[in-house]
């Protein structure tokens, strides 16, 4: 169902955001967080393969728009990705981790008896939201490194600022549809999917 798996954020619009040339030219820059549960050869085969092959497929299918920041958890961030990722905790990232980005990306690779269990979930900063956690099986290895990069994008939800003309229009000003190519806009948005309007309330006077 399309609103489960994809839904786009629409925001008002922050004066805050026209640092570094304005919302349209700004990119998303995420912080992906990949936390493995797999069996010892397995764990550190993966440990190594996975960080550069996502980033090397975020940079060729995604870039300029959205910029991946790609590690493996370890120790307490690896328990804080396991924790993060149920639908039941809503607790803020720590600052350390949203201060330099727009998006912080869960993932998780686990068995799951004789396949894998794949799970992402989305933390944004600017309207400080959890997304749903997204969950899919994998059966075979060699297809998990691309799906995991699908379930990426999947859970990567874009914002929109909205503006209301005389008429009572609604129209949606991507961020960074600046930084897009005209054979890349219609790929922004597609018929049928489902935008979340949220109101950011970004100084006291509202």
Known sequence: MCIALFVSLAVLHDPAIAADGGWEYQPYRVLTIIALDLPGGLDESLRQFLPPYLQHRAEAALAPLWLFDIRIATGSEAAFVRRSLSV???TKPCAELTAD???VLLLEVETAGSSFQL???EYDTYVERWSPPIVRSCSQLSNLPEQLFALA???SAPLA???LDANQAI????RGFALLHKSDEPNWA???EVFLPLLRHTARNG
Do not use: M, S, Y
């Open 190 to 192: 597609k018929p049928g």
């Open 161 to 163: 600022q909205f503006e």
């Open 88 to 90: 039941e905790d809503n």
């Open 101 to 103: 980005h727009d998006k």
């Open 119 to 121: 799970t992402a979930r």
């Open 153 to 155: 994008n999947r859970a």
């Open 171 to 174: 129209t949606l000003i991507p």
